[in-house]
Antibody, heavy 118, light 112 residues
Framework: EVQVVEFGGGLVQPGGSLRLSCATS????????MTWVRQVPGKGLEWVAN????????YHVDSVKGRFTISRDNAKNLLYLQMDSLRVEDTANYYC???????????WGQGTLVTVSS | DIVMTQTPLSLSVTPGQPASISCKSS???????????FYWYLQKPGQSPQLLIY???NRFSGVPDRFSGSGSGTDFTLKISRVEAEDVGIYYC?????????FGLGTKVEIK
């Protein structure tokens, strides 16, 4: 079964850092782009970042550029999102998803909640 | 950024009746490769989003044929031919022709 599972969320103070991880299984991780999408509780979806198969291409939404970094470890089948200089407005549920050919997001994980608050 | 505008923002439907959701993009989603990078996702209550439709009209694996997508360029429509109780949730359109990839605000579908 193809699966992605996020972890690493939690409560952090403004200005702090957190690293999210996404464990994958059931597919050849190194052959797929991966993505992070976030959702403020009760609100809509916002694409955050993409990374290509070998990590040589990375794209981030402007609101997180310079603060968040997507990365991956193909040997461990893990996707990461390093989040620095966190702001209250970064509070959200963070989902990882596999990007299949034709840019389809499937599957999505269950999400990990990041709360930025003092 | 490409803005995705969904209408309506909410919909209350009698089971067995049809439903329709519109999504308009601020720029054409037709790529030079001939593909249109437009998608519909459904987020059921308490769940993660799931892919319904890709490239305007292609149903994803396991999606019932009561769901259909249509449109071109900047105007797209998702239709449910006969709404069932399991179809409740928030439907999002999305584009991936241009970074940043963007979603519509969502359309909440409820059962009457």
């Amino acid at each position: 079964e193809v699966q992605v599972v996020e972890f690493g969320g939690g409560l952090v103070q403004p200005g702090g850092s957190l690293r999210l991880s996404c464990a994958t299984s059931g597919f050849t991780f190194s052959q797929y782009w991966m993505t992070w999408v976030r959702q403020v509780p009760g609100k809509g979806l916002e694409w955050v970042a993409n990374i290509n198969q070998d990590g040589s291409e990375k794209y981030h939404v402007d609101s997180v550029k310079g603060r968040f970094t997507i990365s991956r470890d193909n040997a461990k089948n893990l996707l990461y999102l390093q989040m620095d200089s966190l702001r209250v407005e970064d509070t959200a549920n963070y989902y990882c998803a596999r990007v299949t050919p034709k840019s389809k997001f499937d599957p999505w994980g269950q999400g990990t909640l990041v709360t930025v608050s003092s | 950024d490409i803005v995705m505008t969904q209408t309506p923002l909410s919909l209350s439907v009698t089971p067995g009746q049809p439903a329709s959701i519109s999504c308009k993009s601020s720029q054409s989603l037709l790529h030079t490769d001939g593909k249109t990078y437009f998608y519909w996702y459904l987020q059921k209550p308490g769940q993660s989003p799931q892919l319904l439709i890709y490239e305007i009209s292609n149903r994803f694996s396991g999606v019932p044929d009561r769901f259909s997508g249509s449109g071109s360029g900047t105007d797209f429509t998702l239709k449910i031919s006969r709404v069932e109780a399991e179809d409740v949730g928030i439907y999002y359109c999305m584009q991936s022709i241009q970074l940043p990839w963007t979603f519509g605000l969502g359309t909440k579908v409820e059962i009457k």
